[in-house]
C-alpha cells in the first residue's frame, strides 16, 4: 500500500485516509493507491462499511493534480483507465457494493467533489466548500461530476455549479439533501464513525442490497422499481432474502439477544 493511503480497521469498518499534502491532489498513482485500498475493501468479508477522509484540515482533495498535467507528467483526462475503479479508484468502481462514507473534512474541488459524490453518505465538516471548477479550466468534470451531481441535487443547482463554478457551502448542500451532516471540523471522523458503527451492526448482505437497490432503481418509477427488483436482476437483493442472516435476524429478535451475522 503507498504511503499516501493509511487503511486503519475497527472491525467491519474500515477508514481510508489519503494524506498527500499539500492540497491531497490525486494524480494517476494517487489513484492506483486508493483504488488498491477500496478493492482491498471489497473483496474482504469480513469488512462492512469505509470511511474515506482527507489528511489536514483544510483540504479533503483539491481533485485532479493540474500542476503535474500542466508540466506534461499527467492526463487531464478523468476518464483514463488509470487504476480499477477509475479516477480516485471510486468513481467508476461499479463492482463495490459496500457503503462507503466520505467524511469531507475541508475543500472537495473538482475532482475531489467527485470522489465525494461517489460515496453512499457525505459528511461535511463546516468549514468544507464543494465546487466544480473544470469549465473554468477549458475541461469538464467527467470523473462522475457532470453525470452523479445533477442526479443528487436540482438539476438548475447542479448545472449552474457546473457551468460557473460556484461553491457550495454545507448549509446550503444540507438543505438539498446532498449532504447528510454538517457538523464542526472536530467533531467529523467522530461523527462519521458512529455513522460508520451504526450502519455494521445491519447485517453485511442488507446493507449490500440496499445499497444495489438504490443505486440500480434511480430513476424508475416505483412500478417499474418494484419490476426490476422482483425479476431477479438484482443479486444482491435475492441474496440477503435467502441467506441464514435472514433467518438469524428474526430469530435472535424473538430470542431477546444480539444477532451474530454470518454475512451468508
Known amino acids: 500500500m503507498s504511503d499516501m493511503v493509511t487503511i486503519t480497521k475497527d472491525g467491519p469498518v474500515w477508514e481510508i485516509l489519503f494524506d498527500r499534502p499539500k492540497a491531497n491532489a490525486i494524480s494517476m498513482e494517487a489513484s492506483k493507491a486508493l483504488s488498491d485500498a477500496f478493492c482491498a475493501f471489497r473483496d474482504d468479508p469480513t469488512a462492512s462499511v469505509a470511511i474515506i477522509t482527507g489528511g489536514g484540515e483544510k483540504f479533503f482533495s483539491a481533485g485532479w493534480d493540474l500542476k503535474a498535467a500542466a508540466a506534461g507528467e499527467e492526463t487531464t ?60 479550466l477549458g475541461i469538464l468534470p467527467d470523473g462522475g461530476g457532470v453525470v452523479r451531481l445533477q442526479r443528487r441535487i436540482p438539476k438548475s443547482v447542479a448545472v449552474e455549479m457546473m457551468m460557473t463554478g460556484r461553491r457550495m457551502m454545507p448549509d446550503e448542500g444540507v438543505r438539498w439533501g446532498l449532504i447528510s451532516r454538517a457538523v464542526p471540523q472536530a467533531e467529523l471522523l467522530a461523527t462519521a464513525r458512529e455513522v460508520a458503527q451504526a450502519m455494521a451492526k445491519s447485517a453485511p448482505l442488507s446493507l449490500r442490497a440496499v445499497k444495489a437497490i438504490v443505486n440500480e432503481t434511480d430513476g424508475m418509477s416505483v412500478e417499474e422499481a418494484y419490476a426490476h427488483m422482483r425479476t431477479g436482476k438484482i443479486p444482491q437483493y435475492r441474496a440477503c432474502l435467502d441467506s441464514e442472516d435472514a433467518q438469524e435476524g428474526p430469530a435472535s429478535f424473538a430470542e431477546g439477544r444480539e444477532p451474530v451475522w454470518k454475512g451468508r
Not at 487504476?83 to 468513481?91: D, I, K, M, R
Not at 475531489?112 to 473554468?136: K, S, V
Open 77 to 136: 483526462d478523468a476518464s483514463s483507465e488509470v487504476a480499477e475503479g477509475g479516477f480516485a479508484g471510486l468513481t467508476e468502481l461499479w463492482s463495490l457494493d459496500k457503503p462507503v462514507i466520505a467524511a469531507v473534512n475541508g475543500y472537495a474541488a473538482g475532482g475531489g467533489f467527485e470522489l465525494a459524490l461517489a460515496a453512499d453518505i457525505i459528511i461535511a465538516a463546516e468549514n468544507a466548500q464543494f465546487w466544480l471548477p473544470e469549465a473554468q
